[in-house]
């Protein structure tokens, strides 16, 4: 301060309230589309970690030469690959990955009570181990959009959205 004058630094009330506005109006306008972009990327990385155990569960069992098995289970939201891991292929299984999808809001609906799909060494699907031989349909709900995903015998996905 030089000779008693005072420094104005800041802003006027008058700048504040017209800024507020400003950035009132731009999130009215900007923030629908901005918030529903979020939602669908929420619900692509759901379906997308989803399918991630049919490729999860294929894969190690081509890799290691050994069955794996992918469980559902629809009242808590969940999806594991277990595989045998024992030296000797005695059939002993242990999870080789999980997804809890239930702590995220999602619910599970699976299509001709299907529990677990099961891939051979060679990579087909198998019945073996009380494994379900079906195409896997499974709704899941998310929001107010359910999202049906139909996994064939083959491993062709399909997906199609509705919304309630």
Not at 16 to 36: D, K, N, Q, R, S
Not at 49 to 78: G, P, Q
Not at 103 to 109: I, K, L, M, N, S
């Given at each position: 301060?030089?000779?008693?004058?005072?420094?104005?630094?800041?802003?006027?009330?008058?700048?504040?309230?017209?800024g507020?506005?400003?950035?009132?109006?731009?999130?009215?306008v900007?923030?629908?589309?901005?918030?529903?972009?979020?939602?669908?990327?929420?619900?692509?990385a759901?379906?997308?970690?989803y399918?991630?155990m049919?490729?999860?569960?294929?894969?190690?069992?081509?890799?290691?030469?050994?069955?794996?098995?992918i469980?559902?289970?629809e009242a808590?939201?969940?999806?594991w690959?277990?595989?045998?891991?024992?030296?000797?292929?005695?059939?002993?299984?242990?999870?080789v990955?999980?997804?809890?999808?239930?702590?995220?809001?999602?619910?599970?609906?699976?299509a001709?009570?299907?529990?677990?799909?099961?891939?051979?060494?060679?990579g087909g699907?198998t019945?073996?181990?009380?494994?379900?031989?079906?195409?896997v349909?499974?709704?899941?709900t998310?929001?107010?959009?359910e999202?049906?995903?139909?996994?064939?015998?083959?491993?062709?996905?399909?997906?199609?959205?509705?919304?309630?």
């Amino acid at each position: 301060m030089d000779g008693g004058e005072l420094k104005n630094s800041g802003f006027t009330v008058v700048e504040l309230v017209v800024g507020l506005t400003v950035f009132g109006i731009m999130m009215t306008v900007a923030g629908p589309p901005a918030f529903e972009l979020l939602r669908v990327a929420r619900h692509k990385a759901i379906v997308r970690e989803y399918m991630s155990m049919f490729s999860v569960a294929k894969s190690r069992a081509v890799a290691y030469r050994r069955l794996s098995a992918i469980h559902f289970d629809e009242a808590n939201a969940r999806v594991w690959v277990e595989m045998d891991t024992s030296r000797s292929r005695s059939g002993v299984m242990d999870t080789v990955a999980y997804r809890d999808f239930g702590g995220q809001g999602v619910e599970f609906v699976i299509a001709d009570g299907v529990t677990k799909v099961c891939y051979e060494a060679g990579g087909g699907r198998t019945v073996a181990n009380d494994c379900d031989d079906k195409q896997v349909k499974i709704d899941i709900t998310l929001d107010d959009v359910e999202i049906r995903v139909i996994t064939t015998r083959l491993g062709k996905v399909l997906r199609e959205e509705r919304r309630h």
